[in-house]
């Protein structure tokens, strides 16, 4: 199963954000959209950078002005991307190993979607379930 | 007027496509207690099951008992199936959304993807799509013709769809007699001349895409010795780090593959050659334009960015002689007229299971879809039960607040009328039921599981009768 199945079913929104846009608004977004983390992308829509929760909590613990300072001070800079035509199996030991929660995906130089550790654990439990699904229908057909 | 889902103003659904994930979305929606719901199944086919019937191996045929489960679902009251009705060519969109409140889409992934090397079209040079619906005896594919004289053989793609076909390729006649393979493929796969079989995997065996039992069986093939490269079947570094956290289905996968390259050729007639690390870079024909060999380039694998191993071309090529080949690498959605399309990925746009509209990103209104056209053509039959449940749950929660279509005719006899008054040969679930029988008695008279009508000219000649 490769990254494109999961986004297929998400919707080809991506919610960004300036990085001169403060952290307050950041966060209003995160709360109204009800997402963990949300993609910095500059004028011409390119990826410059991903704020998370963890950011702001991080950053707040240090400084109560956290929500008036500007994106660009507060987001991960250092991103990992990933490809439509990555493995799910492998994004999650990726995502699991160096402990990151959100996956911006980027086709062709484009930003198409992001995804969570929990889409990816989803798809994943939803594979097992798929499986155990196919024996269960086999045993209730052979209970005819 | 009646409160919409109650037993004098029903919730009418259609579900366009008789597959698993159709199958499942009905079942779902028949658990709903709060609301009464009618569900209208369409198929293009006369037959339901969709690749239950026209995908999965004819040697698999415990896996297709599935479809006894379908039956029961089928059996429910408010269920109607209407086959041999195509949405685009008998119905429309806007004939479903005059009558019914929630249109459904799971019509699956009819095609294939081509390779884009050049020689691709080459004759010889077959997608596995039609080479599996031509065994299965698929109406719309019993007549492709294939050059079984042909004595090597190249699968592209290491899914477990290239194992069913490689497989089909080196079972003796006496195994594919116990199946229900169609009977004009078990004649022309009785007289076939292929002796080598070589399945072509772009990157390691980590990384196969197919299941661990179907590498399993292809090591207890009767009159076929399976083959694999000791040097393909050790893991690189990379791979061998990516299995660090891969679960038991995984390393069985590869334990399997190892296993089978120690073996030694025990000199049955046929081989199955089993490749890693290659992929085709061109298909060269003679002068008859018919496929003569493959060139191949080695590849290694590096990872990307996110952690998964891709393959990268080397300065190695090799030359394969193959007078068939068959290109396995993964089914795709075709486009249903007046219904959007994501055409880089073969699917219906959605967001959990909501169709949506491409220029706003909303959802449509009472358009819904779920299997393989909404997720991409990946998963097993039982896949599509969790994934066709998302989408009932929200259709559901659509119905509940009053977001739903607004048909003109919302009875179930206006939609018989309507279907009648476009299909002259409407098939009804019972009229499949004596299909069935008919099938199953004529495979009991040749001692076979099943012997399949493969016209539906046939099909509704048995049924006049
Ligand atoms: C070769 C092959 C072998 C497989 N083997 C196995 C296996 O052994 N075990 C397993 O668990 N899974 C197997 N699978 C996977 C399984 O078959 C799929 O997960 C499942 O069938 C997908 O269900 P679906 O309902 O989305 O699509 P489908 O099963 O493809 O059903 C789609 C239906 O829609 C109909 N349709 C299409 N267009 C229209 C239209 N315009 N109007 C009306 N009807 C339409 C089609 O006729 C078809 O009946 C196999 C798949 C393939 C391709
Ligand atoms: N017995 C069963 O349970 C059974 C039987 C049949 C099918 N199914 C299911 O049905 C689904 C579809 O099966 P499938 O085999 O069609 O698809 P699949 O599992 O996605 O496999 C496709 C294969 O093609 C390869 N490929 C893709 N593009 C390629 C290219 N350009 N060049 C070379 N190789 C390429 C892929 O390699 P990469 O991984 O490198 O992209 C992969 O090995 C799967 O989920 C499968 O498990 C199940």
Redesign the pocket.
């Known amino acids: 199963m490769k990254v494109r199945n999961i986004l297929a079913t998400k919707g080809g929104r991506v919610i960004t954000i300036a990085p001169d846009k403060t952290v307050r608004e950041a966060v209003a977004l995160l709360v109204h959209h009800r997402i963990g983390a949300i993609v910095v992308a500059d004028e011409s829509g390119h990826l410059i950078g991903i704020l998370s929760e963890r950011d702001v909590m991080r950053t707040a613990a240090a400084d109560e002005g956290v929500f008036g300072r500007p994106v660009a001070d507060v987001m991960t800079r250092e991103v990992v991307i990933g490809m439509p035509q990555d493995d799910v199996l492998a994004v999650a030991h990726t995502m699991l190993e160096k402990r990151f929660r959100h996956l911006p995906i980027v086709d062709d130089g484009r930003l198409i979607g992001i995804i969570s550790i929990g889409d990816v654990l989803k798809t994943q439990r939803d594979a097992y379930q798929g499986e155990i699904e196919?024996l269960e229908t086999r045993i209730i057909a052979e209970g005819e | 007027m009646s409160p919409l889902g109650s037993a004098a103003q029903p919730l009418r659904v259609a579900i366009?496509?008789?597959?698993?994930?159709?199958f499942y979305a009905a079942e779902r929606l028949f658990k709903e207690s709060e609301l009464v719901i009618e569900v209208d199944l369409?198929?293009?086919?006369p037959t339901?099951?969709?690749?239950?019937r026209?995908?999965?191996?004819p040697d698999?045929q415990k896996?297709k008992s599935v479809t006894a489960a379908f039956d029961r679902i089928a059996a429910n009251p408010r269920f109607r199936f209407f086959g041999n009705?195509?949405?685009?060519?008998d119905i429309s969109v806007d004939d479903l959304k005059d009558h019914y409140h929630q249109i459904l889409y799971?019509?699956?992934?009819?095609t294939d993807r081509p390779l884009g090397v050049p020689g691709d079209d080459l004759i010889g040079s077959h997608p596995?799509?039609e080479f599996?619906a031509w065994y299965n005896g698929h109406p719309d594919y019993r007549d492709c013709e294939f050059d079984l004289s042909q004595e090597r053989v190249a699968v592209v793609g290491v899914g477990?769809?290239a194992i069913?076909v490689a497989r089909i390729l080196c079972r003796t006649p006496d195994e594919l007699l116990k199946t229900d393979i169609a009977n004009y493929a078990l004649e022309q796969l009785r007289e076939s001349r292929v002796r080598e079989v070589h399945i072509l995997g772009r990157r390691g065996p980590a990384q196969a895409a197919f299941t661990a039992p179907e590498a399993k069986e292809l090591g207890e093939l009767a009159d076929c010795d399976t083959i694999v490269l000791p040097e393909e079947a050790e893991l690189d570094p990379l791979s061998q780090a990516s299995l660090a956290g891969a679960d038991r289905a995984e390393l069985r996968k590869v334990e399997i593959i190892q296993e089978l390259s120690r073996r030694q050729p025990t000199g049955k007639s046929k081989r199955l050659v089993l490749r890693f690390l290659v992929s085709p870079v061109e298909l060269i024909g003679d002068e008859n334009g018919r496929v003569r060999q493959m060139r191949l380039v080695r590849n290694v694998l590096y990872a990307t960015d996110a952690g998964s191993l891709r393959p990268k071309a080397t300065d190695h090529f090799e030359t394969l002689d193959v007078g068939l080949v068959f290109r396995s690498i993964g089914?795709r959605g075709?486009p249903?007229p007046g219904v959007p399309f994501h055409d880089s990925w073969g699917v219906i746009p959605n967001a959990g299971g909501r169709v949506l509209d491409p220029a706003t990103q909303e959802p449509l209104l009472g358009q819904y879809t779920?299997?393989?056209?909404k997720r991409g053509?990946t998963?097993?039959?039982?896949?599509?039960k969790p994934d066709a449940a998302e989408t009932v749950e929200n259709m559901l929660a659509d119905a509940r607040a009053g977001r739903v279509l607004a048909p003109t005719q919302a009875t179930a006899a206006a939609a018989e009328a309507l279907v009648g008054g476009r299909q002259a040969h409407v098939v009804t679930y019972a009229d499949w039921r004596r299909l069935d029988a008919l099938e199953l008695s004529h495979g009991k008279e040749q001692g076979r599981p099943r012997v399949k009508f493969t016209r539906v000219d046939d099909m509704l000649a048995a049924l006049a009768e």
């Open positions: 196919t | 366009v496509g008789a597959g698993p994930a159709g369409y198929d293009r086919l339901p099951f969709g690749l239950v026209n995908g999965v191996a698999h896996i009705v195509e949405l685009g060519r799971s019509t699956g992934a009819q596995a799509t599996v477990n769809v069913d089914y075709v249903l779920a299997g393989w056209i053509p998963g097993v039959i039982g896949t599509n």
